[in-house]
Structures are given as structure tokens and as C-alpha cells.
Nanobody
Framework: QVQLVESGGGLVQAGGSLRLSCAAS????????MGWFRQAPGKEREFVAA????????YYVDSVKGRFTISRDNAKNTVYLQMNSLKPEDTAVYYC?????????????????WGQGTQVTVSS
């Protein structure tokens, strides 16, 4: 069992930055690949970014490439999402998730555990 707790969300103006954190407890953090997803009101949950077990592989949805950076610190059992140049369309609840195995890392059904989410609101 893995418990995930996100933090770092909030209200920011367009062009600003936020850093989300996801702290994991329970089983060995390094045994899980990690991902960030988001869900805007009235929309389906979508993949944002993912990082492999060691951190050597990172993956992003096209809409955030060059603006968002996913990273992990296995010593601190934490995964981060640095979000720069934020846009109003980035407004959503952001969720972190953990996968013991994956094929693509971009599909929510590949993930075993989920956090409760943190709200990110970008004003124009």
C-alpha cells in the first residue's frame, strides 16, 4: 500500500510558477514510477507528466512540454512538478499517482495508487 499526499497548489496569475509536491509513504518509493494527471471542471482526467523509477526517463503531454518539469527525490520519497509560464488552461485539480509497472505511463489505468489532488487555478 502506498499513500500519496499532494501539496503546493494555489492561485497564480498567468505567466507565474508553482511547484507541486507529492509525498509518498508506505512501500518503497523507488519501486514505483510516478505520474501527474489533472482534471479540469467538466473534462476528463488527462495525463500531464511521468517519471521512471530511477528518474532517468521523463514524459510529458505536448501542451506542457518546455513549461513543466517532473522530478523525483527517492531519498525524500517525493515527486515534484515544477510548472512555469502557467496559462489559464492549466487550471485543474492535479493528482499524483504511482505505478508498479507500466507500458506507456500515460494512461490512468496503469497507475495503482492516487493522491487526493491539489487545486491549481491560473487567472488571466
Amino acid at each position: 500500500q502506498v499513500q500519496l499526499v499532494e501539496s503546493g497548489g494555489g492561485l497564480v496569475q498567468a505567466g507565474g510558477s508553482l511547484r507541486l509536491s507529492c509525498a509518498a509513504s508506505g512501500r518503497t518509493f523507488s519501486s514505483y514510477a510516478m505520474g501527474w494527471f489533472r482534471q479540469a471542471p467538466g473534462k476528463e482526467r488527462e495525463f500531464v507528466a511521468a517519471i521512471s523509477w530511477s528518474g532517468s526517463g521523463t514524459y510529458y503531454v505536448d501542451s506542457v512540454k518546455g513549461r513543466f518539469t517532473i522530478s523525483r527525490d527517492n531519498a525524500k520519497n517525493t515527486v515534484y512538478l515544477q510548472m512555469n509560464s502557467l496559462k489559464p488552461e492549466d487550471t485543474a485539480v492535479y493528482y499524483c499517482a504511482a505505478a508498479s509497472s507500466w507500458k506507456t505511463g500515460t494512461r490512468d489505468y496503469e497507475y495503482d495508487y492516487w493522491g487526493q489532488g491539489t487545486q491549481v487555478t491560473v487567472s488571466s
